[in-house]
């Protein structure tokens, strides 16, 4: 059990910001939010993960909600190559559980 | 580090032959996880690893497969007799101290065909 819930799939232009929303409603208070994408045929790859305060890294910003009871992962200016499933997950002290993710497509 | 390295990238196999999938971590990650995915199933996780011991195989399918690590830079999945179902590309990752952040470096993935 994931745990989250994400969209299947979102287009994005290339160029503009990708904002890919993930609902986390019962997350526990020691569970952070992590954020991986996998590029076709490739491993994932992880992105950035948060409690509770925004983050932001070379790759992307995530937004956590006040209440933590969802998030966004902000892809500032989106290239072909952020074509991915991007994939939500919830962790404390556990190994990490996938859902479906939702299939980013960013479009020239 | 060239980071985690899989082996073999693809492999195509028949039912009920044995297959041994391999994996070098990152060095000095204490940690090794095997995932597996598939279409209908996603990526689950198998086992995992800290310090070359098993802590929690609730995930493998059943006795048929099987997984070692022998020292920090070496782990194996084993599949006999593998089935066509058992087709999936099985993922090694590797991690520093993943209850402090959960960030896994994964490999390339080993494709596997049972035909």
């Known amino acids: 059990d994931a745990k989250t819930t994400q969209p299947p799939s979102m287009d994005c232009a290339e160029g503009r910001a990708a904002n890919l929303p993930c609902n986390h409603s019962?997350?526990?208070?020691?569970?952070?939010v992590y954020w991986y994408r996998q590029i076709h045929s490739q491993g994932p790859q992880y992105i950035i993960h948060g409690l509770k305060n925004n983050e932001t890294n070379e790759m992307a910003s995530l937004i956590i909600t006040e209440d933590r009871k969802s998030s966004t992962l902000i892809l500032p200016h989106a290239t072909l190559r952020d074509t991915a499933v991007y994939y939500c997950s919830l962790s404390g002290n556990t190994p990490l559980v996938f859902g479906k993710g939702t299939r980013l497509s960013v479009i020239a | 580090d060239a980071g985690v390295i899989q082996s073999p990238r693809h492999e195509v196999t028949e039912m009920g032959q044995e297959v041994t999938l391999r994996c070098k971590p990152i060095s000095g990650h204490d940690y090794l996880f095997w995932y597996r995915q598939t279409m209908m199933r996603g990526l689950e996780l198998l086992i995992y690893?800290?310090?070359?011991?098993?802590?929690?195989d609730s995930g493998m399918p059943e006795d048929r497969f099987s997984a070692k690590m022998p020292n920090a830079s070496f782990s194996t999945l084993k599949i006999q007799p593998s089935e066509p179902r058992d087709s999936a590309v099985y993922f090694c990752?590797?991690?520093?101290?993943?209850?402090?952040?959960?960030?896994?470096?994964f490999g390339a993935g080993s494709r596997l065909t049972v035909l």
């Open positions: 690893f800290n310090n070359n011991v098993p802590i929690d």
């Open positions: 990752a590797s991690s520093f101290d993943f209850r402090r952040a959960n960030v896994l470096t």
């Open positions: 019962t997350i526990s208070g020691n569970e952070y």
